[in-house]
């Protein structure tokens, strides 16, 4: 199949391409490189032993994604790019809007225009409202929606362009992924994560404090309600989530039209303090730790119930922490400058 991944050069996009042209695809990045760097493409080919084709180009164009589009011809498309910073999203809500709701909009008329139904779109555990109380838990597909963030109310925004596109559109064959919180890198230490700046998340954090960028890591919140008072979440490792995108892919493919939610995660919630541990075994370092105070709306505990993935798509997360923490620590070793100045 030809398959057109847009945010392809990015975290998920990257290792998602890796598995398309493993598994025979074509592939075509769409990306505007606003946060990734165009070395990824070469290391892509490293592992995959095939290069993808490369359509630069601004999801906010209109044009540029019709083009990508026109030219590339795909079968299916791969959504991912976007904006994800929860924090910056506050502080630039209208970018968020723009990129993440009118940029998607844009590819959909794109789509429809030439007649390409199969969409698999990166959405987020963060369009659930937060759970409060242990029956809250764990998250179902149908659990009560209430994001709490810009980025999260531009997600679920998305849910709703895409649930009303397919629902006037026959031939719309649409899974909208929930992620919960994916960290790692492909195992040859070629492709991982690269933040711009300061890591906003754990694991990126982690790493590079262990690799001596950063001199501690800031413990946000110590007093939780759970056993070590620290925060829990649901981590699944980037290759069992790229994996669940190839079995969404077949699902759709296998002649399905309409549109469905599906969490990716693991059903399992690990302590910060656990993945710190879990990092510092893997990596034979030690984390320096300071506290600091909880971020504002942080909650205590969130994991996904990911029997429907499985149910459907046949689909499980098989990596331990272990595995998502020396994978990550391999990257990081290997490239402690990520990909290197971006171009
Ligand atoms: N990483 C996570 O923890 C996480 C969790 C849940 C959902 N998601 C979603 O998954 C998707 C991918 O996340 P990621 O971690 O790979 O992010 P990323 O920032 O690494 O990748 C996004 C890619 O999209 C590109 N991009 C951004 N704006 C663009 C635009 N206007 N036109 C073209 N390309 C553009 C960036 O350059 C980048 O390569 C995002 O939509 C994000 O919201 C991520």
């Known amino acids: 199949m030809n398959v057109l991944v847009t945010g392809g050069a990015g975290y998920i996009g990257s290792h998602v391409c890796v598995e398309l042209l493993e598994q025979g695809h074509n592939v075509t990045v769409f990306d505007n490189f606003s946060n990734s760097s165009r070395n990824v493409l070469e290391r892509i080919s490293q592992v995959a032993g095939k290069r993808p084709s490369l ?8 044009q540029n994604i019709g083009c990508a589009i026109l030219t590339h011809k795909p079968d299916a498309v791969m959504h991912f790019a976007g904006l ?29 225009a030439f007649n390409v139904n199969h969409l698999v779109f990166s959405s987020s555990a963060t369009v659930y409202a ?25 997600k679920l925004a998305v849910e709703h362009v895409l649930a009303d596109y397919a629902a006037a559109n026959p031939y719309a064959s649409i899974a909208m992924l929930r992620y919960f919180n994916p960290i790692g890198a492909h195992p040859s230490g070629l492709i991982g994560e690269d933040p711009k700046g300061i890591p906003n998340n754990l694991l990126p954090y982690i790493a590079q404090v262990a690799v001596g960028k950063l ?16 925060g829990i979440r649901d981590y699944v490792h980037i290759m069992d989530l790229a994996e669940g995108h190839l079995a ?6 296998a002649g399905f039209e309409g549109c469905f939610a599906m969490n990716l995660g693991t059903g399992q919630g690990h302590s910060v303090l656990e993945v710190i541990a879990a990092f ?3 990596s034979g370092k030690t984390i320096p730790i300071v506290e600091g105070t909880p971020r504002p709306g942080d909650i205590a505990v969130c994991y996904a119930d990911a029997s429907k993935a499985q149910e459907l798509l046949g689909w499980k997360a098989t990596c331990t922490l272990a595995d998502m923490c020396a994978d990550a620590w391999r990257w990081q070793s290997r490239n402690p400058e990520g990909y290197g100045r971006r171009q």
């Open 215 to 230: 001199p501690h890591l800031t413990l946000l919140g110590h007093g939780f309600d759970t056993p070590d008072g620290t």
């Open 55 to 62: 359509y630069e180009g601004d999801l906010r164009k209109a």
């Open 280 to 282: 510092e075994r893997a």
């Open 130 to 154: 937060p759970p409060t109380t242990p029956d809250d838990l764990p998250l179902t597909e149908s659990s009560a929606l209430g994001p709490v963030s810009p980025y999260g109310r531009s």
């Open 248 to 253: 969404a892919l077949d699902y759709l493919t």
């Open 84 to 112: 994800k910073a929860v924090g910056e999203s506050v502080i630039k809500p209208l970018d968020y809007y723009e990129t993440n709701v009118s940029g998607t909009v844009n590819m959909l008329k794109a789509m429809q």
